[in-house]
């Protein structure tokens, strides 16, 4: 199947600096990429979608000022995590369609770990 | 927007024995339900997946039936072992909101235990 790297695979930072993790698709195009965010135990929650080219979707309750997404090619999306707090202290995953249909399926990294003290 | 209703949320098995978990959803718009099997500390990784149009699917050990009329999609594993021991999540994915085009929706998860 498709594959989606992402890096770091963890990070820890301090409070008040940025982070930037990085999405690719390693082995296909991917005209849309998402974001999402996992709490311990918890489901995977969507924050933000991204088409190449094009600014991204946030969903209800997700700061855009505080999570920048840049999605700049087909094969690249990055996530930078403004002026981190520990409350943003997550599990973070993106994910890579390889069409843009409902259908397409939807081929998810690694995920990266983010700590910030 | 979609919801998705999974269920157990915990399955414990004994080895060889079968596993089912079952979701359900609530927009009838959605057409596409895929599987997700993921182990502590990874992504989640696509096992199998339906589309509308067919009422099942199947892949070696793996099985997902969709029944649109009610709504509602099961995964099925049979001869299950140790590995299989995981989170599956089932989604679905129908119209999005907020302006994207569509969106996956996940149900909560099942922690699969499979003992030996």
């Known amino acids: 199947g498709a594959v989606v790297s992402q890096h770091p695979s963890w990070v820890i930072c301090k409070s008040g600096t940025s982070v930037k993790i990085e999405c690719r698709s390693l082995?296909?195009?991917?005209?849309?990429m998402f974001w999402y965010r996992q709490f311990p135990k918890q489901s995977l929650m969507l924050m933000a979608t991204?088409?190449?080219?094009?600014?991204?979707?946030?969903e209800q309750g997700v700061e855009k000022d505080k999570f920048l997404i840049n999605h700049a090619s087909l094969t690249l999306s990055t996530l930078t995590v403004t002026s981190a707090h520990p409350e943003d202290s997550s599990f973070y995953i993106c994910?890579?369609?390889?069409?843009?249909?409902?259908?397409?399926?939807?081929?998810f990294g690694p995920g990266t770990r983010l700590t910030v003290l | 927007g979609e919801n998705v209703e999974q269920h157990p949320s915990t399955l414990s098995v004994q080895e060889g024995d079968s596993a089912v978990i079952k979701c359900t959803y609530s927009?009838?718009?959605?057409?596409?339900f895929p599987w997700y099997k993921q182990e502590l500390g990874k992504g989640p990784q696509l096992i199998i997946d339906?589309?509308?149009?067919?009422g099942e699917k199947k892949d070696q050990r793996i099985a997902v039936t969709l029944n649109k009329t009610a709504k509602h999609f099961s995964l099925h594993i049979t001869e299950t072992q140790p590995e299989d021991s995981a989170v599956y999540f089932c989604?679905?994915?129908?119209?999005?909101?907020?302006?994207?085009?569509?969106?996956?929706?996940f149900g909560k998860g099942t922690l699969l235990t499979v003992n030996p």
């Open positions: 994910s890579a369609s390889t069409g843009g249909g409902w259908t397409d399926t939807q081929y």
């Open positions: 082995d296909f195009q991917a005209t849309t």
């Open positions: 991204s088409n190449e080219g094009s600014k991204a979707t946030y």
């Open positions: 927009d009838s718009a959605s057409n596409y």
């Open positions: 339906i589309r509308s149009n067919v």
């Open positions: 989604a679905a994915k129908g119209p999005g909101s907020g302006g994207s085009n569509y969106k996956l929706t």
